[in-house]
């Protein structure tokens, strides 16, 4: 069974662009985060990546999860289980 989605990057139709408004910006996140998380795209991209842009990557995602749910959010959206 799947457990991860992404749906929005397949359904949007509005436009892409930053600087906007608070909308636009949050939509094109989503939209970015979305094309960028691509299996065949990253397949690519990560060997290419430095060890210093792979780290970048992680420690930016790990302070944004960190920083923006609970234990219960990040265990249940994020690992998708059960807190313990």
């Given at each position: 069974?799947?457990q991860?989605?992404?749906?929005?990057?397949?359904?949007?139709?509005?436009?892409?662009?930053?600087?906007?408004?608070r909308?636009?910006?949050?939509?094109?996140?989503?939209?970015?985060?979305?094309?960028f998380?691509?299996?065949?795209?990253?397949?690519?991209?990560?060997?290419?990546?430095?060890?210093?842009?792979?780290?970048?990557?992680?420690?930016?995602?790990?302070?944004?999860?960190?920083?923006?749910?609970?234990?219960?959010?990040?265990?249940?959206?994020?690992?998708?289980?059960?807190?313990?």
């Open positions: 069974m799947k991860h989605t992404h749906n929005f990057v397949e359904m949007y139709t509005g436009l892409v662009g930053f600087g906007l408004d909308q636009t910006d949050e939509n094109t996140v989503m939209y970015y985060l979305q094309k998380s691509d299996d065949q795209l990253l397949k690519r991209l990560i060997p290419s990546l430095r060890q210093e842009d792979m780290e970048e990557i992680f420690e930016l995602i790990n302070r944004l999860l960190r920083s923006h749910l609970s234990d219960t959010e990040y265990h249940n959206l994020f690992l998708k289980e059960e807190h313990p």
